[in-house]
């Protein structure tokens, strides 16, 4: 059916070519030339469009002047192509200047052959003119015209509309079972005073019994063996052990007292131990709640839908193909999408038109000046584009670059660091920054640093926010549970268009934010991840300016300054140091630690930092 329209359509404008022949301005034809290398450009068929003008010269045009412009056709289909095999592509000035330097040509050519009802000198310039012009404005409303298409805008908001509303209902539910998980796990943590007498209840039944002193004991309910067994009970509750004037008041009332406390000890360690794995269940039930809350804070982002912007910048649309079509390349599907934060993204399907390669940055620069915006290619676009469509997807370029620098030592005697750091630059344009303390040192604190900080990439690279993927990031280590070893988690991430940074502190030694004439300190008190299943993340804003630094640091650095108020010294530190390259700052910072540590490195030590600059 595609095939069948674009023949029609062929047919159509071939058909309307022949008409053109007949338009007689001042004795000249300049709708011809221009017409035919307007369409030419569009990929038309050159042979059907000029054997259809071919017939409309033969009865609408004098014979002198049909010769002539029957030579104009294939003069400009060899210039444009010409143009196309060097240069990947023409724009439709150039077409129009060899379209009316070869219609003048001709014109010149017949007056010197005496041809007779020739234009005079004035008419074959005003033609050349007229060529020039035509082509230009003819190529751009026939290219908008070819490229039309009808869409149905509102049918498509209301399927998005209906998708997102969903994903909001899903995150409702998913956000209630996690009540629901959260109200089944609150644990106890020593033991209830109907516990006690249930304790105290299982060793009368046990051991008294069987006593024939059981009547003698307990006959009265003020016997003193009541006030006796629970003090006793009681010892045991808080100290683990009976006291031993609580032994002493029991072997006075019972003669089995012995029996009874070695019975009394048994029965609560095998509480503590049922209350042990009894707790367990209520964690794990926490960190099922914790999922399903990440669950339902991936849904929420996920209901935040983008809004495709083709319906109302259609003529933005229409000058990015027509743009990238002069540079030699042809568009297939193409969207231009506004994102959740409001910046632009414009997503196309591209190949060359002529059949080599050409470069991105072409279109790269078509985009930029139709929107104009400065636009920026996905880093793993292709620098090349080919005969064979390929995606492409491009984004609003930020406003701001960035320049990082890192400086590091591993522990005396340790093979490797248990510090490990990340830097990560996000199609969305922002940095994060990221560092992680494993506990103790070596290879297993390495394992564990590192595994949090492949977790928390994978999460964010798979489009989640970092707060949910700090979330999923501690339930896999709450449940991995091995050898209870945690690790620190800081984070910075920087938005690369707004200079906002944002700060998460989970167990992590304090933060330095370097201005041009003042340091300022972010310190954190929480635990670190994996030792809690409901993950305590404080955050922080702060807007930078050009030429701010981010320095954060591992409890490895502060603690071994041997100093009363290490942050407030490391202030002083990063203040005095002048340099606006973070590599250097980094470095230095660490040279200074080493000389308050006396070049000892008692524990891994890392500094790393980032500066931000206007583009």
């Not at 029991?250 to 707790?279: G, I, P, Q, T």
Request: proline share 3%.
């Amino acid at each position: 059916m595609s095939m069948r329209k674009t023949g029609v359509r062929q047919m159509i404008l071939g058909a309307l070519g022949g008409v053109m022949c007949s338009v007689n301005i001042m004795g000249c034809y300049p709708l011809v030339p221009a017409y035919f290398a307007a369409l030419y450009l569009e990929n038309v068929s050159g042979f059907l469009l000029m054997g259809c003008m071919y017939i409309g010269m033969l009865f609408g045009m004098p014979l002198t002047a049909g010769i002539k412009y029957a030579v104009v056709l294939p003069v400009i289909i060899a210039a444009v192509r010409v143009t196309v095999w060097a240069n990947d592509g023409c724009p439709a000035f150039l077409a129009g200047i060899m379209a009316a330097v070869s219609t003048v040509i001709l014109s010149f050519g017949g007056s010197l052959l005496e041809w007779r009802d020739q234009p005079g000198m004035a008419a074959v310039f005003l033609e050349g003119a007229f060529v020039f012009g035509a082509v230009v404005l003819l190529n751009r409303l026939l290219h908008t015209a070819l490229e039309w298409k009808p869409q149905p805008p509102e049918e498509v908001t209301h399927v998005e509309h209906g998708n997102g509303e969903k994903l909001k209902n899903y995150a409702e539910s998913f956000q209630g079972l996690s009540r629901i998980f959260q109200s089944m796990s609150t644990g106890q943590g020593r033991y209830a005073a109907d516990e006690l007498g249930q304790v105290q209840n299982e060793l009368t039944g046990k051991l008294c019994t069987s006593c024939d002193s059981c009547a003698v004991c307990w006959e009265r309910d003020n016997a003193p063996l009541y006030g006796v067994l629970s003090q006793m009970l009681t010892s045991i509750w808080h100290a683990g052990i009976p006291g031993r004037d609580a032994e002493e008041k029991l072997e006075k009332y019972c003669k089995r007292s012995r029996d009874m406390v070695e019975e009394a000890v048994h029965v609560f360690e095998r509480v503590s131990l049922n209350r042990a794995w009894y707790n367990r269940l209520l964690e794990n039930r926490q960190v099922i709640a914790e999922q399903l809350d990440a669950m339902a804070y991936i849904m929420q982002d996920c209901a935040r839908e983008e809004r495709v912007l083709d319906g109302e910048r259609r003529h933005v649309l229409s000058e990015i193909r027509y743009r990238a079509k002069e540079s030699g390349i042809a568009v297939g599907d193409m969207h231009l999408v506004e994102t959740v934060d409001g910046y632009l993204k414009l997503e196309a399907t591209l190949r060359s038109r002529a059949g080599g390669c050409v470069s991105a940055k072409s279109f790269l620069a078509a985009v930029s000046h139709a929107l104009g915006k400065k636009m920026r290619m996905a880093p793993d676009a292709r620098t090349f584009i080919s005969k064979e469509p390929c995606a492409f997807l491009l984004y609003e370029d930020t406003g701001y670059r960035n320049v990082q620098g890192i400086a590091r030592m591993k522990k005396d005697g340790a093979q490797i660091s248990g510090d490990n750091f990340s830097f990560l630059e996000l199609e969305r344009g922002e940095l994060l920054m990221g560092l992680s303390d494993g506990m103790g040192s070596g290879s297993t604190a390495c394992r564990e640093s590192e595994m949090v900080l492949d977790l928390v990439e994978r999460f964010l690279e798979a489009g989640f926010s970092v707060e949910t993927a700090v979330r999923m990031m501690n339930s896999a280590m709450v449940m991995k549970g091995e050898d209870d070893l945690y690790s620190t988690v800081d984070l910075c991430r920087i938005n690369l268009y707004s200079g906002k940074a944002r700060l998460y502190k989970i167990g992590a030694a304090a933060t330095f934010i370097k201005r041009a004439d003042s340091v300022e300190c972010i310190a954190s008190g929480s635990l670190p991840v994996g030792a809690n299943a409901r993950v305590e993340i404080e955050m922080q804003d702060v807007q930078l300016a050009e030429g701010d630094f981010v320095v954060m640091v591992t409890d490895g650095v502060l603690e071994y300054l041997h100093v009363p108020k290490p942050e407030e010294t490391m202030q002083e530190v990063i203040e005095s140091i002048r340099t606006n390259n973070p590599g250097i700052l980094a470095k230095r910072i660490m040279e200074r630690v080493m000389l308050f540590t006396g070049g000892r490195v008692q524990d891994d030590m890392t500094v790393l930092a980032a500066c931000i600059w206007e583009k």
